[in-house]
């Protein structure tokens, strides 16, 4: 079945470099793209997110890019520090007359210190 | 300050036996959620609801059931027929589509 799913299951990263962090979709009725960050233990939290007439949108430390060719979606964190490490997830919002969102497997990013 | 409360944050369950999960949120969300996270894995959609008094199932809904009487208010009952409930459940909530889910900090399941 259509799916989101992530490329890298554990990413490590020293501190000030900057990280990347990939997901695939394969639902092209998926309109709005969101990336969460989840520490242990907690529910997630909101990081950034796209809609699917952008290409590419930034915040602070962090940029999102949506490449609809080949359903590719990815996540740049500046500058990585020590309190990024946790476990990144995507969701997709899938185009329709319910609210369906549906998440990634996650990446769990490891910073180096 | 609004937010999304989960309670409790710990329960366990006894074979056999009905249990539910509450989620309250003060934030003026018509839709909310519910998902199940496994360990070391992503966020699996249980239920959704848009609009109170209607809910949809999700990816996951088997001996699952729910309810929306309230705007403010999504509990999930986790039952007897769901034979695996060991697991860490999230609800979520958001005012409409293209804005991000808000969520609360979960309920850890377990069988006794």
């Known amino acids: 079945g259509e799916s989101v799913g992530l490329h890298l299951p554990t990413l490590s990263v020293q501190e000030g470099d900057n990280s990347i962090i990939n997901c695939a979709y394969s639902?092209?009725?998926?309109?709005?793209f969101i990336w969460y960050k989840q520490e242990s233990g907690k529910g997630p939290q909101f990081i950034i997110d796209?809609?699917?007439?952008?290409d590419k949108r930034q915040g602070q430390r962090v940029t999102v890019l949506l490449n609809k060719t080949v359903k590719h979606l990815s996540l740049q964190i500046a500058a990585t520090q020590p309190g990024d490490s946790a476990v990144y997830f995507c969701?997709?919002?899938?185009?329709?007359?319910?609210?369906?969102?549906?998440f990634g497997t996650g990446t769990k990013l490891q910073v180096i210190p | 300050d609004g937010g999304i409360t989960q309670s409790p944050k710990y329960l366990f369950r006894k074979e056999g036996q009905n249990v539910t999960l509450s989620c309250e949120q003060n934030?003026?969300?018509?839709?909310m959620y519910w998902y199940r996270q496994d360990p070391g894995q992503g966020l699996r959609l249980i239920y959704y609801?848009?609009?109170?008094?209607?809910?949809q199932k999700g990816d996951i809904a088997e001996g699952y059931s729910v309810s929306r009487e309230k705007k403010e208010s999504f509990p999930l009952t986790v039952t007897s027929a769901q034979k695996n409930p060991t697991a860490f459940y999230l609800c979520?909530?958001?005012?409409?589509?293209?804005?991000?889910?808000?969520f609360g900090d979960g309920t850890r399941l377990s069988i006794l």
């Open positions: 979520a909530s958001r005012r409409q589509a293209h804005q991000p889910q808000h």
């Open positions: 639902n092209s009725a998926s309109d709005y």
């Open positions: 796209i809609r699917s007439n952008m």
């Open positions: 969701a997709e919002n899938i185009r329709g007359g319910y609210q369906k969102v549906t």
């Open positions: 934030l003026n969300h018509d839709a």
């Open positions: 609801s848009q609009i109170v008094n209607d809910f």
